[in-house]
């Protein structure tokens, strides 16, 4: 008789089904394979899956699989897992750890379902790859990039996985971009993120603090619909510069262009004073480090079951799933 393993896909960054970002999750995954969690992630198809096993250094072990690989931290995933173990009464509104690829994380679950993850400490770095270069790459012109170039750098930065980041003038050229994939891919690569978050503070709602697209082609992700990680990067590199003197929580919105709006809030605990690069400009973005912020952003969430059943699994060092 096969195996079977119960899996949910759940929409996360959104209280309504079919919107924010869809993730995988296989709550009991103490005993599965690579092979099989990968599978497992190719089948279902989400951007990720999320995989709850246990843990000797945390409350719970999170692995998270793409349709191609294996990835160090997902925030949708995180909520979605999370949002699940609470639907289940698996767990109660509470504070938990976690241990992921990146280390132990703290996530907070209330007791209206949100779920609150806290990232790494973010590393903000200032970038320079050619702004024609990005702009072709993104298939927008290079005005909507070098408007706001001159106070917000293009940069990488990460808390946890890292992006890219891109600031574009307005939403209407936030709108336009068509981007090359294989050249996107290219610049994560040459600046050593695995992804890129375009953003504006243009939004559709009034209450939002910006509008965000994030491309994912390193990952096998063309356009990801809301994504935890860049938000708490996009927003942890936006209080670096002193962009925002708004309260927490800073709200994130994506997906649109996707149909599957979404929200992500984000606590960065208080404004940040710019820093200074302790090494010398170089123009090549190698020694122009800003470094690690101390305070750590935290994202959070709402999620939706949409769909939950019994997966057969393929054997361990089998390549596909049999029967959904």
């Given at each position: 008789?096969s195996e079977?393993?119960?899996?949910?896909?759940?929409d996360?960054?959104?209280?309504?089904?079919?919107a924010?970002?869809?993730?995988?999750?296989?709550?009991d995954?103490?005993?599965?394979t690579?092979?099989?969690?990968?599978?497992?992630?190719?089948?279902?198809g989400?951007s990720e899956?999320?995989f709850?096993?246990?843990?000797?250094?945390?409350?719970?072990?999170?692995?998270?699989?793409?349709?191609?690989?294996?990835?160090?931290?997902c925030?949708?995933?995180?909520?979605?897992?999370?949002?699940?173990l609470?639907?289940?009464?698996?767990?109660?509104?509470?504070?938990y750890?976690?241990?992921?690829?990146?280390g132990?994380?703290?996530?907070?679950?209330?007791?209206?379902g949100?779920?609150?993850?806290?990232?790494?400490?973010?590393?903000?770095?200032?970038?320079?790859?050619?702004?024609?270069?990005?702009?072709?790459?993104?298939g927008?012109e290079?005005p909507?990039l070098?408007?706001?170039?001159?106070?917000?750098?293009?940069?990488?930065?990460?808390?946890?996985f890292?992006f890219l980041l891109?600031?574009?003038?307005?939403?209407?050229?936030?709108?336009?971009?068509d981007?090359?994939l294989?050249?996107?891919?290219?610049?994560?690569e040459?600046?050593?993120?695995e992804?890129?978050?375009?953003?504006?503070f243009d939004?559709?709602?009034?209450?939002?603090?910006?509008?965000?697209?994030?491309f994912?082609p390193?990952?096998g992700?063309?356009e990801?619909?809301v994504?935890?990680?860049?938000?708490?990067?996009?927003?942890?590199?936006?209080?670096?510069h002193?962009?925002l003197?708004?309260?927490?929580?800073l709200v994130?919105?994506?997906g649109?262009?996707l149909?599957r709006p979404?929200?992500?809030l984000?606590?960065?605990?208080?404004?940040?004073?710019?820093?200074?690069?302790d090494?010398?400009?170089?123009?090549?973005?190698e020694n122009d480090?800003?470094?690690?912020?101390?305070t750590?952003?935290?994202v959070?969430?709402?999620?939706?079951?949409?769909?939950?059943g019994?997966?057969?699994?393929?054997a361990?060092?089998?390549?596909?799933i049999?029967?959904a």
């Open positions: 008789m079977t393993r119960r899996v949910q896909l759940v996360a960054f959104t209280d309504e089904p079919m924010g970002n869809p993730a995988g999750v296989v709550t995954a103490r005993d599965l690579d092979d099989q969690m990968g599978a497992i992630a190719a089948e279902l989400a899956t999320a709850v096993r246990p843990s000797d250094a945390a409350d719970r072990r999170l692995r998270y699989f793409s349709p191609e690989r294996e990835v160090d931290l925030g949708h995933a995180t909520v979605a897992a999370l949002a699940a609470y639907d289940r009464a698996q767990v109660t509104a509470d504070s750890t976690v241990e992921t690829n990146v132990v994380l703290d996530v907070e679950v209330e007791p209206d949100t779920v609150w993850l806290t990232q790494s400490p973010p590393d903000i770095r200032p970038v320079d790859p050619d702004v024609e270069a990005v702009a072709d790459a993104l927008i290079p909507a070098t408007e706001v170039g001159a106070d917000l750098p293009l940069s990488y930065a990460s808390t946890g890292p891109v600031p574009v003038s307005y939403f209407e050229q936030l709108s336009a971009v981007p090359d294989d050249a996107v891919a290219d610049l994560c040459s600046v050593g993120a992804g890129l978050y375009a953003f504006t939004t559709l709602e009034g209450g939002s603090t910006l509008h965000g697209r994030a994912v390193v990952a992700i063309p990801d619909p994504t935890g990680t860049a938000s708490g990067a996009v927003c942890a590199y936006l209080r670096h002193g962009a003197d708004e309260p927490d929580p994130c919105e994506q649109h262009f149909d979404g929200r992500v984000v606590r960065t605990g208080h404004p940040a004073e710019p820093a200074t690069g090494g010398e400009d170089t123009g090549d973005g480090s800003l470094g690690a912020d101390p750590a952003p935290t959070g969430g709402q999620a939706v079951t949409v769909l939950d019994d997966l057969t699994l393929p361990a060092d089998g390549d596909d049999i029967e």
